[in-house]
Structures are given as C-alpha cells and as structure tokens.
C-alpha cells in the first residue's frame, strides 16, 4: 500500500508546553494509541500532567522507541532552532522522526544529513506518498464506512476512531483509515488527502481502503464537507474513490454557518444525506446514511438528550454525540 | 492574477516531427493564435505543411520572438537530449521556453544554468502558479460561462475557443480562460486546474475568472466530467471556483462508456445538465445550460443535421457541432 507508515513505540514530543490545549495532536496520540506510546519529552521544562513518563533520547531509544512524534505546532509553523538539538539527537541514533509542521523535516539540512547517516526516516505527514495513481472506480471487496460532515471541525476523525474502538470491542474486524494529518499520526499510517494534486484524489481514497475480507470494515476520516466552497472537491474525491457503502453525518450542534466562510449558511442534515447519497451512487449503489454523530458541548446537560432523540425521530437514524454515549447504536444500525 | 503568463510573439517548435497529429499543441497553438506565430523550428528535418516559414533561433530572436513553444510531445515525455543544443541556445539568447512535458525544463541543469544567466524564463505549463489561496465562495463580478463534458475529450476547449472567436466576432467583451496545459499555451495564460493540490482547486479557479467588467464574459475551458470515476473531483472544483451564470455540456456523437473505464456507461446528457446546475447552484443559484456542443466527427453527413435538430428539440436548447457550424445559435441563447 502506498501510505505513509509511522514505526511503534512512539516518545511524544511537547516541546516547551504544558497545557492540553497546545499539544492536540500529541494528546490525540496518547487518547487513541496509549499502548504505543512510551514516553514523552518536553524542553526547557514542557511538561503535561498524563500518564507518560519524562524520557531522554537516549532513555526512549534504550526502551525500544522506533519513532520520536512531534506532538505540537510552532507559531506560524516552522521547526523552532530549539527544537533542532533534539531531533537531530534523534537522528543520530537512527530514531525516525514524524511531524506535521508547515516547514518540512526533510528541508533542513543538518537534521536530513544525520538521518540519511543513521539511516532514520524524517516522515513529513503532510507530503502526501509519490506515484499515487488516477482512480479507477474498479468495485473492491470488503466494507467502507465513510464519515462525512456539514462542515469541517465536527467531529469526523473522532467519530471513525470512536467507530472503531467500539467495533474492535463488539469483536469486529475493522481498521481506522486516516486521511488527515493528526489521523495519520494516531493511525500510524494514511494519506493527507487534502494534499493530493486534484487529478489523484480519487486514486489516493481507492488505495487508503484497498480490497479486504468481506465481513472487514474500513472505518474512514472524512475530509471537508459536500457543500464547502473552499473543500467540496477534496469531499468528492474522497467520497468517489471510498465507494463506501455507509457513511455518517458528522454535524457541531448550534452551529450555523460554515465556519470562516460567514456568508455560507449551514447545509442541514438532510442535505447533506441526500447529496452524499446522490454522488455516492455513481461508485456504489448500495450508499446510505447509518446514522448521525453530534458534538454537544455547546449545549447544556438537560439540552442534549432532547436535541438527539428529536433529531432521531426525524431521521429515523440513530443519533449520538461519540464521546458521550458512545457509537454503539450506529453499529448496531451498521450490521 | 497568480497565472502562468506567456510573452508572445512566438517560435513553434515541432522538433523532428513532419505529421500534424504528433504535433496537436503546436497546431492547436497556430490554428487559434496565427496572429502571434512568427515561424516554426524543425530539427532534422523536420517541418509541418503549414504557413509558417523556418527559423533559426537567431532569425526568430531578430524578429521579435519573446517564446519559443514546445509544440509537441516525446515518447514518454522526457526531454531528448538531440532538442537541447536548440532549448540552449534560445535560452542564451535570452527567449523564453515554453513545454508541457512530464519532464520539467527546470530540471535539466544545463538548460537551468543558461536560462539563468540570460534572464530567459523557463515555463513548464504542467506546474501550477505557487500561492494559490484556498476558495473564499465569494461572489464576483462579470460573467462567466463553462464548459462541461459528458466525458473528457468530447471538445470543451475546442467548443470554449470557438465561442471566444465567435462572440469577438459579435464585438462582445469576451476572454478564454484556460485551465489545461494546450488552452494555456493558445490563451498565453491559465492555471493547469488538475495539477493544483485539491485543498486549493476552488481557489485556483476563482483566480482563473477574476473580477471584472459587468458585461464582460469569460469563457472557462472545462475539466474532467462530474460523472468521472477518476475526475469529479477536478470537476467539481472547477465549477465551484468558477462560478458560473451559464454552462454549456460538451459531448461527443456516439461515446456510450467513460473513455478508458470501459465498466462506466456515459452519463446522459440530461444527466449532466441536472447534476452540473444541482452542484452550481450552491455557489450562483443563477445557473443554467445554455446549450449543448457535440463533436460530430463520427457521424455521416446524413446523419448529423437530424442528430443535432433531434438534440435540439429534446433539450430545448441551441445544440450545434462547433467546428462545422459555429457558436453563433449559443451566444443568442447566452445573451
């Protein structure tokens, strides 16, 4: 498969922070993949209050560690020159390094000599593989769930990993297919669709879900939204080359607008359903709408519960907020 | 405008090439922008039937050649070894090269160098303008019309050039716009839509039809095909980005399946027209078709006049071969 590819055990690094807030993509890291993470590091004191002891370069290469994971985002995207001691230590002693910074690892050249010394690989999330071919629109074996959303920031990539969590514990098998870049760190592998040249989106979607067994269900981030007038195509490109046979609409409650484009009101649900259904049929007839996953946490305790089930009622779906109650009525819906 | 821009006037060269079907970018070039053509380059003998005399670089740099086009393409792609005395020796000179091959001219060194020291711009049209910003939606002024297919290769940039030369013709206020690599190098400017990375394709596109005068139409040469199993995507990023007030679905006589994924029957063309309006209006709710262009070329002269009328009365819209009967129905349509 053509997909970038992360080695476990992972040392998460934080850098210099110590709040939650800055490090989401190390905390997504440490959420979904606990078992593969051994340690963290933290420079000029950075530090978080989880569960992963303080380690060395030296101490995490000694514990196994095959990759050091950039855990947080510099201002404005760059690698920070106080960061650099740390990833060439790294490199020197042939640990891969994975990020997904705008400034790409492989373009700075004191860290790229010492990786290609080692024999480490500095891993660019954000560079999508080489050679990915147009899509074919061949039907492939398996199952494919795909998420999608009224918007970006809904909820897509945690609903597919709350998707397969509960599935893996219903003894199913199915894996998270990542098609962003904090996805593909908690993945370990994927592709960053939304960096595709155009002419290849398609083709890249067809070989992040490639043939499985056919009780196998690939459980795939969405990217965009349908009605985006920044991001449809990367929406479209990704729905045609999944030929999913499910998908579920991701949605942020109380939101109106799509966010940043103030001008675009929000597609309904049902909008969203019947469109995602509509262009989806051209690779798969089969296409239908599983169910509905909610973030709530812009409405209050007695809110919530009324909001879903009204929502349930009038879809005939089931509809759930993933972190609060779980995916499990989805699955049941699914199978 | 964020465009790849080419300095007329210009050489062709059509390397060692005697037959117009090997050279269809250089012929493409002269047919629509004789007016900009000073001559034609052959290398070992090489030379097209056509009216434009033999130069040398040094003859054609003495008449005012600002660009020498690379008319058409190698096997495979790369660059030959035998056309490089000629692209050296321009690019000392100072001239501008101009190619769509796979392989880039920035990348041959010695080309490099010499175009470096001389000032001479190195152009290769498959690469996009860097910079292009994400899609804002945001509504613009002038009109624009685009061109949409039933598949690729049915005539959308054959059917937009002949509307740009018909509506001149009228006096209108009229620009083609180019978004492939022979629609960039016939209109001296365009974004190659396809090679742009998918987050920016709705903004590449809106760069592509500026603001402009109220009753100034642009007319956007068309990609891909919404029903295309490897090509929505372009598709779909093209219309959203463009924008457009009209529409005219391109078609070839006789097609029944995808061009090269044979397992996909062609859309219908109705079929086209309710999707393209459907996705359109999401950004102009104005959208309509405005007529529809078939390529005949398969058809015998009895059968063309009923085909096309039988079309016509179907649609209730003009629908006309462009090469053998103009635009001139359309554009009364369109105004």
Redesign the interface.
């Known amino acids: 498969m053509i997909t970038t590819e992360i080695k476990p055990p992972y040392l998460i690094f934080f850098a210099e922070k110590k709040e939650l807030k800055f490090v989401k993509t190390g905390i997504g890291l440490f959420e979904w993949r606990r078992d593969l993470c051994v340690g963290q590091l933290g420079i000029d004191g950075g530090h978080l209050e989880i569960e992963l002891p303080q380690m060395s370069i030296k101490e995490a290469h000694a514990a196994g560690v095959k990759s050091l994971i950039i855990g947080t985002t510099s201002i404005g995207g760059g690698l920070p020159a106080q960061w650099m001691d740390t990833f060439i230590e790294a490199a020197n002693i042939g640990m891969d390094i994975v990020g997904g910074l705008h400034e790409q690892l492989n373009d700075a050249p004191d860290l790229k000599k010492a990786a290609d010394k080692s024999g480490a690989k500095l891993i660019d999330i954000r560079v999508p593989p080489k050679n990915i071919p ?5 039907k492939r074996s398996g199952k494919r769930v795909l998420m999608v959303g009224t918007d970006c920031a809904v909820g897509k990539k945690y609903t597919a990993l709350a998707l397969e969590r509960d599935m893996l514990k219903a003894g199913m098998d199915v894996d998270f297919r990542a098609s962003g870049q904090t996805g593909i760190i908690i993945a370990g592998k994927g592709i960053p ?7 290849f ?3 890249a979607a067809e070989i992040l879900s490639p043939d499985n067994a056919d009780n196998h269900y690939d459980i795939i981030e969405g990217q965009g939204g349908i ?1 985006h ?6 929406s ?2 990704l729905l ?1 080359g999944s030929q999913p046979g499910a998908f579920v609409v991701c949605h942020k409650a109380g939101r109106q607008n799509i966010g940043g ?1 103030d ?2 009101p929000l597609p309904s649900i049902q909008q969203v359903i019947d469109r995602t259904t509509e262009l989806g049929k ?2 798969n007839p089969e296409i239908k709408c599983v169910g509905i996953s909610v973030n709530t946490e812009d409405l209050s305790d007695e809110e919530r519960a009324p909001y879903l089930e009204n929502l349930s009622k009038k879809y005939g779906l089931p509809c759930i907020d993933p972190i609060k109650d779980g995916t499990d009525a989805i699955i049941a819906n699914l199978v």
Chains 1, 2 share one sequence.
């Open positions: 147009v899509g074919t629109g061949k669709i939304d960096a595709v040249v155009v002419d989106i398609s083709g009605f007038p920044g991001y449809s195509a990367v479209l490109g045609i484009w001008d675009f051209q690779v």
